[in-house]
């Protein structure tokens, strides 16, 4: 029996609170994951009485007994959290969840993840503690403390082996604030970027300037996974699940950067696997959402999921190829993380959706396969391919 | 408090051994201004950072190995933003990653000694320096690094 997820569950639908800039929420975080998730039931015609499982990654803090008490859930069947900070583990909360119902373990799971920023620490700046033990005891004490810092050295020594990418990263970048101009959701809508500004803006750490870090911000996405069979009598044109992996290379995470790969977002031994569960290859997608925590893993993460090869970046990355309508491969057509909004990536899957259903406000026409490439870099990472009726 | 000359500035996290000291030999050779890092006692394997078994052969009773502080650099990058209160005001600084190839090319990270904004090059020759630090909880060293030559 072929072990595979592919064409066997569906989303139902998506929701999203209104996008807030960091700590500027009015509302509690968990109030804010309610809101999301009566939002995608409300989207899917689906009660939220009928939801039987949770799955989330990043150690979101909404447990799932209080959800189900909130929510009046008749049952709780299922209940994953994927480990791993950030956003590594977006598309392996939506592969657990697609796994648990293809496998019977649960009929309805919801996919969430909600941040408020004003009730809890922000993610770039560096922790304020004493004394530091462990694997942070390697590097906290140089200044090497942030996200960005932490990536930066991965990415300078891309750019030493293969050439080039400072003019991809900065194409990246305009592309999300090109993309967030037509989406009133986003919180950058209404702030355009262009190449001037961002040449000008300051540096956060060589090779990073402000503009190739990621937002933080407050709100909640959610998503209602069903079976396929269920998919086909909701009110959506249906938007498949063709693959999901999620991993990381060999050793990795060995501490104080001893990662044998180093040069890499991890997808190395993940790819592979997502293009053979979902049977297709780069040229098959149409849209792509790639995670940008820093825009240099948006370039590790797709040249390892074999779209361009690693010396050939600022080509590739043309800011004309990565633009909806036309683009070779229109890229985070929402503004994705850098200028919608900072939801860990859960909201490039609800935007890989609206891609599949004909609803993006940067639609890329006959779009059938959408794909979502999480978090580059933050192991374990994770990436998944949707795709439309057409495509099964 | 850091010792006179210290590369960055004081109130970053000090260093401790866990309480289980696996990194204990680590921290206590850069106190005595040598570099000790983990290689198997039965298999001859190096590897770091520190850990309960060798992961080539599972054998718990990991070695340590006093080795040259010397390599190359294998990355690097230059902080602007301060991401700590002690960071606010200072500057640019450099942090480098630096390969160890007398230690099976494990990789240390540490700062870059002098002017922050030289050129790096990857590839560069460089020795260490052992930086010691005094501080309430327990005095410790770092180890930087200065271009060759």
Not at chain 1, 62 to 83: H, V
Not at chain 1, 84 to 102: K, L, R, S, T
Not at chain 2, 60 to 86: K, Q
Request: glycine share 12%.
């Amino acid at each position: 029996m072929e072990r595979t997820l592919r064409g066997k569950v569906a989303v139902a639908g998506i929701g999203e609170t209104a996008y807030y800039k960091h700590g500027r929420s009015p509302e509690p975080e968990f109030k804010l994951a309610l809101r999301a998730i009566v939002a995608a039931c409300a989207d899917a015609g689906i009660s939220p009485h009928d939801i039987d499982g949770f799955s989330s990654y990043s150690n979101d803090r909404c447990d799932p007994s209080r959800l189900s008490a909130a929510l009046g859930l008749r049952e709780l069947r299922y209940t994953g959290m994927q480990w791993g900070g950030g956003g590594g583990g977006v598309a392996a909360a939506v592969g657990n969840a697609a796994a648990a119902i293809a496998a019977g373990l649960a009929d309805c799971v919801v996919v969430l993840r909600a941040l408020a920023q004003g009730q809890f620490d922000r993610f770039g700046r560096g922790p304020k503690v004493d004394t530091v033990s462990g694997e942070f005891a390697l590097t906290w004490p140089y200044g090497l403390m942030s996200p960005a810092q932490r990536f930066a050295m991965k990415v300078m020594r891309f750019m030493h082996e293969h050439g080039g990418g400072a003019d991809a990263q900065r194409a990246i970048a305009l592309a999300s604030y090109h993309h967030a101009q037509a989406n009133p959701r986003a919180v950058m809508h209404g702030r355009p970027l262009d190449a001037a500004t961002y040449d000008a803006s300051r540096w956060i750490v060589e090779p990073f300037r402000l503009y190739d870090c990621c937002m933080e911000n407050d709100g909640a996405a959610a998503v209602v996974l069903v079976s396929a069979q269920r998919a086909r009598d909701l009110p959506h044109r249906p938007c498949y699940l063709l693959g999901a992996a999620s991993g990381s290379n060999h050793r990795s995470g060995a501490w104080s950067h001893n990662a044998p790969d180093y040069a890499s977002a991890s997808f190395g031994p993940v790819a592979p696997r997502l293009w053979q569960m979902a049977r297709l290859e780069p040229g098959d997608v149409d849209v792509l959402q790639s995670y940008e925590n820093f825009t240099g893993g948006v370039m590790l993460g797709v040249v390892e999921h074999g779209f361009c090869e690693p010396g050939e970046v600022d080509a590739f990355f043309a800011l004309e190829n990565l633009l909806a309508p036309g683009g070779r491969l229109p890229l985070n057509t929402s503004g994705g993380n850098l200028a919608e909004c900072y939801m860990h990536g859960l909201e490039l899957v609800l935007e890989a959706v609206r891609q599949i259903r004909g609803t993006s406000t940067s639609q890329v026409a006959g779009a059938d396969v959408s794909m979502v490439i999480g978090g580059p870099m933050t192991t374990p990472v994770s990436s998944l391919i949707l795709g439309s009726q057409e495509t099964l | 408090m850091s010792a006179p000359g210290a590369y960055l500035p004081d109130g970053l996290p000090a260093p401790r051994p866990e309480p289980d000291g696996l990194s204990a030999p680590y921290w206590a050779g850069l106190a005595r201004n040598e570099l000790w890092v983990q290689r198997c006692a039965h298999c001859g394997h190096w590897q770091w950072g520190p850990e309960y078994l060798c992961f080539r052969c599972h054998r718990f009773d990991v070695g340590w190995e006093r080795v040259e502080p010397t390599g190359r650099i294998f990355s690097w990058e230059r902080p602007w933003h301060p991401v700590n209160p002690a960071l606010n005001g200072h500057g640019p600084y450099l942090v480098v990653l630096v390969e160890l190839p007398g230690a099976g090319g494990i990789r240390i990270v540490g700062n870059l000694l002098g002017d922050p904004m030289q050129p790096v090059r990857i590839g560069a020759e460089v020795d260490g320096v052992f930086e010691h630090h005094r501080h309430q909880a327990g005095d410790y060293a770092l180890l930087q690094w200065k271009v060759r030559g």
